[in-house]
């Protein structure tokens, strides 16, 4: 499902009592565990991926986080097939959101990562990834879907920040991208600069 960012937070963006969003196709992911206890989920990251790379639309983001990706399909999935990750949500180019692992556990999507000395991003974030590449532009639709899945989690959560994956993994990441339009995100989530603490307010 697909959702303007403008107005309030609909209903169906909202994580039910067991971390799932209604508005999302559900896809189960099993690359997941428990967080910490007590830990705060206080942080989302924000990711690109495109499998194949710089291909969309193939459904092989969803093989890859569910661990079914056919290493025989193309030449770099011999690379990753047996690697275990998913982030919790997928932000598709046409809009659709689908959640793989609910908000409430720990998706396996930061790798090593760090955040203001706090090491382990996956214990307290919230990992999206939107389909797209780091030399194309993002879809209407991606902004406006991504945007109120934030609002949303920042209703239910106590999210304290906003960042992308190079954010926290310097060096390592580069998602998601120099195309993200970070100031149209944040105006369509209605996102104040002090919670995207990687980016200097305007002067």
Partial sequence: MTAPASGPVP????PD???WVPAARRVPSPNFDERP?????DLVVLHN???PPGQF???DIEAFFQNRLDPDRHPFFATIHQVQVSAHFLVRRDGELVQFVPCGKRAWHAGQSDFFG????????VGIEIEGSDDLPFTAAQYATTATLVKALRAALPVQA?????????GRKTDPGPHFDW???ARLADVPQNLLPFRPPHS
Avoid at 11 to 14: G, I, K, Q
Avoid at 118 to 125: E, I, M, P
């Fill in 11 to 14: 209903a169906s963006f909202l």
């Fill in 17 to 19: 009592a067991e971390g």
């Fill in 37 to 41: 206890a007590g830990m705060p989920v």
């Fill in 49 to 51: 991926i495109s499998l």
């Fill in 57 to 59: 639309g193939s459904g």
């Fill in 118 to 125: 706090r090491g382990r991003c996956n214990d307290f974030s």
């Fill in 162 to 170: 906003i960042a992308g994956h190079s954010d926290i993994a310097p």
């Fill in 183 to 185: 100031d149209r995100f």
